[in-house]
């Protein structure tokens, strides 16, 4: 019998939900187990960094990275993980383009770790914000450095594949298994189960040319089925966003969040976005566009849920040496 394919998983800054995506592959899981080991994954298993340090360069068949890079930790193990594995796939959208912890990025590390630690939700009452060195009876601990911002995988370490999806569909994680098992891979780059169009392109719902009178959150309207979301005024992300689910939160009556990323050559999504919306106003005047606009609950959060790491937005913060 052929050596077994060894696989890696690995979460950074993410939830979780990345294996949750994998666990989707269902009744393959059987097959997959016929041909592969999980060396290394300690969202599910007791696997240490240890185990991992002990291995020999390459050891890991494909590493599944999920998650951002928020902090120290997150990028000493992807570093690890790269030397240890033969093929590095970026993940899901927050290994990819930084994801929802990387919104985090529109504030001060400072102002992060006081809203976490110090605010309604915490009780803190003489105000204690976790640092990296902490002295203690029994002595020293330790924590993770928490970064300025939240980076792509491939900010830090040279990434062979990207698989973007909150969470990657099972279609797509069983591509890139079958493609390191058959030795048959895509050009080294390559964005794995995604096409070259935009969620529109796939999504069957009419576009009528009618223009935005005023933003909804989608519990607040009962959209008109068959017809544009957008045009009814639900921010839909489906013009910004790069295809390959098929518009499958828009045949559940849901609008494109933008989890695969942007479309075609644009380098942010939420630009493009804020762009494509911008022509659709139902304005004749500077006022009344203010006034639709302001009826768009959390723009840059809605906008750049998935792709503020690789926004031009982070080029807006030079005291955080980011110029
Ligand atoms: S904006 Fe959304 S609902 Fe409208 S066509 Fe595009 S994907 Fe479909
Ligand atoms: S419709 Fe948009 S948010 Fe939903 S899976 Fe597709 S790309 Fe992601």
């Not at 998983?9 to 939900?17: E, M, N, R």
């Not at 912890?101 to 504030?107: H, Q, T, V």
């Not at 957008?230 to 489906?238: A, D, K, N, P, V």
């Amino acid at each position: 019998m052929a050596e077994k394919l060894k696989i890696g998983i690995y979460w950074a800054a993410s939830c979780g939900g990345c294996e949750i995506g994998i666990l989707e592959i269902g009744d393959k899981l059987l097959d997959l187990i016929e041909v592969a080991d999980l060396v290394f994954c300690p969202c599910i298993l007791d696997f240490k960094y240890d185990d991992v340090r002990a291995m020999p360069d390459g050891y890991i068949d494909v590493c599944l990275f999920n998650g951002g890079i928020r902090n120290s930790e997150n990028q000493e193990i992807a570093e690890l993980l790269r030397e240890k594995s033969k093929v590095m796939v970026a993940y899901g959208s927050c290994a990819s383009e930084g994801g929802i912890p990387a919104l985090g990025n529109l504030f001060s590390t400072d102002d992060l770790l006081k809203r976490a630690y110090t605010t309604e939700t915490t009780d803190n009452p003489v105000g204690i914000i976790p640092g990296p060195g902490h002295s203690v009876e029994e002595g020293e601990l330790h924590l993770p450095t928490v970064h300025d911002r939240v980076r792509r995988l491939s900010d830090v370490i040279d990434v062979d594949y990207f698989m973007p999806g909150c969470p990657p569909t099972e279609i797509q994680t069983w591509a890139v298994i079958q493609a390191v098992a058959s030795g048959n891979l895509p050009p080294k780059g390559s964005k794995v189960g995604v096409g070259d169009k935009s969620v529109c392109d796939e999504c069957d719902r009419e576009r009528r040319g009618v223009k935005i009178k005023k933003f909804f959150r989608p519990h607040e309207i009962i959209a008109e089925d068959g017809w544009c979301l957008l045009e009814q005024g639900i921010l839909c992300l489906g013009s910004a966003t790069r295809s390959g689910c098929e518009a499958r939160c828009i045949d559940a009556n849901m609008p494109c969040r933008g989890c695969y990323g942007a479309a075609g050559e644009s380098k942010d999504q939420g630009a493009a976005m804020l762009s494509a919306v911008g022509s659709m106003l139902a304005a004749d005047s500077i006022e009344k566009a203010e006034e639709i606009v302001k009826s768009m609950v959390d723009p840059a959060g809605t906008t750049y849920r998935f792709g503020m790491a690789e926004s031009m937005l982070v080029r807006h913060f030079p005291e955080r040496g980011q110029g």
